[in-house]
């Protein structure tokens, strides 16, 4: 979609020819370049009243981007249950879908509570990376603190820039009460992590570039030891709180871990008037080529392996997600952010049944939809019994759908003879 800026113009004519005026009321339609526009929706389950002010991060968060050029007009605050209800983020969903184009900004931001909330009553993961992926707009942005909020973030696909604030099996803690404040950091009510994100926007000591904005993953990186460090006084005052975290995720130390997905091929900034301003830089550049998957074709084995390494290279400058199967049946599955090596390996431990035969294949997919598809046989060599009656292993064609995209591999079939 297009937007254009409609000028009516009345101009008054004068013909010059005879002296005589004549007004001629006409109207001319000029068409504007396509503005760049940034659209933020900030949904918050615990909005907290104190000395008649509403507090929460949804807040902070509001302050932090008209601090940073955003149009207050829109930034739409949605405070309460009775706010974020599944219709009203669908309606506003579809909104963005309407009217946003490919050279605008969204950034959606979202605190409730993770399973009795996002998973039973809006139940997210049902339709919200799917209407995500909608927007159509490759600067899209989402930050979401709950608790296992990782695990709604790490269903995010296609081109964007999402953080959860823990993994998808930990608890995230929020202050919704600054009576008997314990904490090296100011007071402040809302999620910790959301907390420190939005004090982070626009704190140039984030800037390790050194060119005047905080990127996402500048962002990203400034923040998690303050949280961190907060999480750790809060364990400390709340020993309760400790033991239960202990009990159910298995650790307190480098609590939390936050899921990051990045899908974009350039640093995405919060920073409005930085992203109008050279809107440029943030248009995506069509990448034609695939990734590359290089890997052993057989590898023989015999009784005397009970498991064997099966290694793949893929080479991809990108982010890219990829996905390991065994026998056709999907067995793992991971994202690798850009950054980091060109080339790197991935190894998926076999555990091997004499006899039989394996066939392990790697699809890697990019943001682009550019994928690749490699395989390694893994075939017996041993001695087989000749009252065994001859054999054939079939593997089977794989034929169906990885985060939107229709994958295919070979058939590819094998003879195995009884041996003498």
Excluded at 266 to 292: G, Q, R
Aim: contains cysteine.
């Amino acid at each position: 979609m297009r937007k254009l800026i409609s000028i009516f113009i009345l101009l008054s004519l004068t013909t010059l020819s005879n002296q005589a005026h004549v007004n001629v009321n006409s109207v001319i339609i000029q068409e504007q370049a396509n503005p760049v526009e940034t659209y933020a929706l900030l949904f918050d389950q615990f909005p907290q009243e104190i000395d008649n002010v509403t507090y929460c991060s949804a807040i902070e968060f509001k302050q932090e981007l008209v601090n940073l050029g955003w149009l207050e007009e829109n930034i739409s605050l949605f405070l309460g249950e009775e706010n974020m209800t599944k219709n009203i983020i669908l309606n506003q969903l579809n909104f963005l879908e309407q009217n946003v184009d490919d050279n605008d900004l969204v950034f959606i931001f979202l605190m409730a509570h993770g399973d009795t909330y996002c998973a039973d009553v809006l139940e997210m993961e049902e339709w919200f990376h799917l209407e995500f992926a909608e927007i159509p707009t490759d600067n899209k942005i989402f930050f979401m603190e709950s608790c296992h909020s990782g695990r709604f973030v790490s269903n995010l696909y296609g081109r964007c820039f999402a953080m959860g604030s823990v993994a998808r099996e930990e608890y995230a803690i929020a202050y919704l009460d600054t009576n008997n404040w314990s904490l090296s950091e100011p007071p402040f009510v809302g999620g910790i992590s959301a907390h420190f994100w939005a004090k982070t926007l626009g704190n140039l000591e984030a800037d390790t570039y050194a060119d005047g904005i905080v990127k996402l993953n500048e962002l990203y990186q400034y923040s998690l030891p303050l949280i961190r460090n907060c999480y750790d006084e809060t364990f400390e005052s709340s020993p309760d709180l400790s033991e239960f975290i202990q009990t159910n995720v298995g650790y307190t130390t480098n609590y939390p871990r936050p899921v990051l997905v990045d899908n974009l091929p350039y640093e995405l900034t919060l920073n409005a008037t930085e992203f109008i301003l050279n809107n440029e830089k943030y248009l995506w550049e069509e990448d034609v080529n695939p990734p590359l998957i290089t890997c052993l074709n057989t590898i023989p084995y015999d009784e005397q392996n009970s498991s064997i390494n099966v290694k793949f290279t893929i080479t991809e400058i990108s982010s890219h997600n990829y996905y390991c199967y065994l026998n056709g049946s999907l067995i793992n599955q991971g994202n690798k952010p850009k950054g980091g090596d060109l080339t790197w390996e991935y190894t998926y431990t076999l555990s091997l049944q004499p006899g039989n035969n394996y066939n392990v294949s790697l699809l890697v997919v990019d943001p682009w939809g550019n994928r690749a598809w490699n395989q390694t046989i893994i075939l017996y060599t041993g001695e087989i019994s000749n009252n065994e009656p001859e054999k054939s292993s079939v593997l089977p064609i794989i034929l169906g759908t990885v985060g939107g995209l229709w994958i295919a591999g070979v058939a590819v079939v094998f003879i195995i003879k009884s041996r003498k």
